[in-house]
Nanobody
Framework: EVQLVESGGGLVQPGGSLTLSCAAS????????MSWVRQAPGKGLEWVSS????????YYADSVKGRFTISRDNAKNTGTLQMNNLQPEDTAVYYC????????????RGQGTQVTVSS
């Protein structure tokens, strides 16, 4: 089983950028899809983005398309979510999951990293 640890969250002004990282342990990271999901205050989990095993297929929710970029480095067992032009509605706890888009919101996740977008 892949263990995941997210980092890189913080407080940023609207229009700003953040880069989230997901560090995976175990030797099976390269064999699984990876996703990012988020949970805003008082709301359920929302799928954000996914990437397949060899980075050839990327998926994005409409709400983040054109602003967020997902990537992974299988040699380093890491995943990244580059977030640009952040808006207050992006405020949430962000989690990475070792799963594709269909199962991302139900798969095991790390502890999450808080992203707050506020002026």
């Amino acid at each position: 089983e892949v263990q995941l640890v997210e980092s890189g969250g913080g407080l940023v002004q609207p229009g700003g950028s953040l880069t989230l990282s997901c560090a995976a342990s175990g030797n099976t990271f390269s064999s699984v899809e990876m996703s990012w999901v988020r949970q805003a205050p008082g709301k359920g989990l929302e799928w954000v983005s996914s990437i397949n095993r060899d980075s050839s297929i990327l998926y994005y929710a409409d709400s983040v398309k054109g602003r967020f970029t997902i990537s992974r480095d299988n040699a380093k067992n890491t995943g990244t979510l580059q977030m640009n032009n952040l808006q207050p509605e992006d405020t949430a706890v962000y989690y990475c999951a070792a799963a594709g888009p269909t199962l991302a919101t139900t798969a095991s996740r790390g502890q999450g990293t808080q992203v707050t977008v506020s002026s």
